[in-house]
């Protein structure tokens, strides 16, 4: 998996720690720039500041909730364009999957989520092989 994704921006979002420490251990080998937040607020400021190529966004977040981060940074953005947001969640509601699909997310997953599989997702939406 190494070297993968070298060089694209990927932002990881969740409030809990254990999950985004994971998360950043799947994706560090890909050689992808990683950035983190564990609230909503701070999701929408990194995202501005930095621009990455791929967001992955628990839906339930404090300060601002996965939905309306998700609104603020696709808005105004073809439905193709970056970031690609993949949405991980604990609630395993079809509404809920449907409302974040029509505000253009990527991929959606429910928790608990294989890191190999996020990462692949990551691979296949950025464009990059996924190594041997």
Known sequence: MSNTLQGKKILLVDDDQDILTSMQAAFEPTGAVIHTATNGNKAVELAEKEDPDLVVLD??????????????????????????????????????????????????????????????????????????
């Open 59 to 132: 839906m339930m977040l404090p300060g601002r909730s996965g939905f309306l981060v998700l609104e603020k940074i696709k808005a105004r953005k073809p439905r193709n364009a970056k970031p690609f947001v993949i949405m991980i969640t604990g609630n395993p509601g079809k509404r809920h999957q449907m409302y974040a699909e029509s505000l253009g997310v990527s991929e959606y997953f429910n928790k608990p989520v294989k890191m190999e599989k996020l990462v692949s997702s990551a691979q296949r939406l950025l464009g990059a092989a996924p190594a041997a």
